[in-house]
């Protein structure tokens, strides 16, 4: 939790403390080191639920030393100390059925702690959800973390107001409103920025900006300032995701068959890409098994025995371009390919600082000068051959064609020249933004 540390202690704290001293000193000392890794200098102005919850039912029973009964008793502690300075809500917090729970499941074994926990946590609602626009990474940036807690902070008053419902059908949508605003709105203090642009500007500065990738930031640095910020879908967006629409209407209406092998049924394939005449199998038709590809690897449809079957998410995609352009930007540059994401997002930030139509085989050579920096920084190990990383490059330039980035061909050349479309560049963009803005994650 962030705040600026008060020139003054906090009065309420103090009282608080010398009261809980008095009646019992060892309880005091136990709350006073709990209150010092939560909120250190900041006093109470500092705490707020979320945060409460996060350290009593995650940071105390798997960072702190002692078993359960220890660390009950530290939240025992702090119980009394919040009675004392008049926090009803945060007192039952720490005497709640669910911290005997969580810590005992801890105790038991941590990833089932772990799992208690984040359950708890979020049925709380008092947790800032995930929102359209942003999802919150497990690795933060100082803004990212402070607008974090600024929305755990908006949220819990808003809830303790009632004008966001804890529970309920509705209790999500509110809370996703509530934060999606708070990290919408212009900021005169911040010259008119909102924190989330604030927080997309620290992730591409952190995606792109890392001293030890030499090569990688000399590749990337033509195209950084072309996706600093969004810009919608341009004219053409629709026209050139025609084919993955009609996909996801099939999937919708029922009538994407499937063959026995989980492929799109050769006149399925041909109705894809508004083609007539005849087919015997998906990989006949250019660009079709990446569209079936796509809407599975985005949870735009499953497969249902012989059939595509689409999600709501993939019903809703249909319904808007801006959508489905998000979906098939994020697909592009994220290895939606098959290919490893760092080949993915350098060969679309070559593409699109190349205008000059380079070919397959030439983008081989500087993405191979990429792995082969990582290879040595990992430990010495040898980059992937180079004819592995030409199919690669092969089906990253492979999807772009098939979401009408890249000028069709029945198929692909090494040697031919990968000419842009007239929104190539746009989803070129779009697509490296949607690597550079996508949170940050630690493995488990």
Request: one cysteine or more; glycine letters at 8%.
């Amino acid at each position: 939790m962030s705040a600026a540390e008060p020139s003054t202690p906090d009065p309420v704290l103090v009282d608080a403390m010398a009261r809980l001293t008095v009646e019992d000193p060892d309880a005091a000392a136990a709350a006073a080191d709990a209150l010092d890794w939560m909120v250190g200098a900041a006093g109470l102005a500092a705490l707020n639920q979320a945060g409460l919850q996060q350290f009593v039912w995650y940071e105390l029973p798997f960072k702190w030393l002692g078993g359960p009964s220890r660390h009950l008793a530290v939240a025992a502690a702090l119980a009394r100390f919040f009675d004392l300075a008049g926090l009803d809500r945060y007192a039952a917090v720490c005497r709640s059925p669910v911290t005997d729970e969580v810590v005992t499941a801890f105790a038991v074994d941590a990833p089932t702690g772990f799992d208690r926990f984040q359950a708890a946590h979020a049925a709380s609602g008092v947790v800032p959800p995930d929102v359209d626009d942003l999802q919150w990474g497990d690795l933060m940036g100082p803004v990212e973390f402070d607008a974090f807690w600024s929305s755990a902070v908006t949220l819990e008053l808003a809830v303790e107001a009632g004008t966001v419902p804890r529970t309920g059908r509705s209790a999500p949508g509110a809370r996703q409103a509530l934060v999606s605003a708070h990290l919408t709105r212009a900021r005169p203090e911040r010259f008119g920025e909102t924190l989330l642009q604030e927080i997309e500007t620290e992730r591409i500065a952190a995606w792109y900006d890392d001293p030890l990738e030499r090569a990688r930031a000399q590749l990337l640095e033509p195209v950084v300032g072309e996706i600093l910020t969004s810009s919608p879908p341009p004219a053409g967006a629709a026209r050139a995701l025609r084919p993955l629409r009609r996909l996801l209407s099939a999937a919708a209406d029922g009538t994407a068959r499937l063959t026995a092998t989980g492929r799109l049924a050769p006149g399925v394939a041909l109705h894809v890409v508004g083609r007539t005449g005849a087919a015997r199998r998906e990989d006949e038709v250019p660009g079709v098994a990446d569209l079936r590809r796509l809407v599975l690897a985005r949870r735009l449809a499953r497969r249902s025995g012989r059939r595509l079957v689409a999600t709501r998410r993939g019903v809703a995609a249909t319904e808007s371009t801006e959508a489905l352009w998000r979906e098939a930007a994020g697909h592009l540059a994220g290895g939606g390919a098959g290919a490893d994401p760092v080949v993915a997002e350098l060969v679309v930030a070559l593409l699109l600082a190349d205008r000059s139509e380079p070919t397959i085989r030439s983008l081989v050579r500087p993405v191979q000068i990429v792995l082969a920096e990582d290879a040595r920084r990992g430990g010495g190990g040898r980059p992937p051959p180079d004819e592995e990383v030409a199919a690669q490059v092969e089906a990253v330039v492979g999807l772009a064609r098939a979401l009408g980035a890249v000028r069709a061909s029945h198929r692909l050349d090494r040697d031919e020249p990968v000419r842009l479309t007239a929104v190539g560049p746009d989803l070129l963009r779009a697509a490296l933004r949607s690597r550079a803005v996508a949170p940050r994650r630690r493995p488990r």
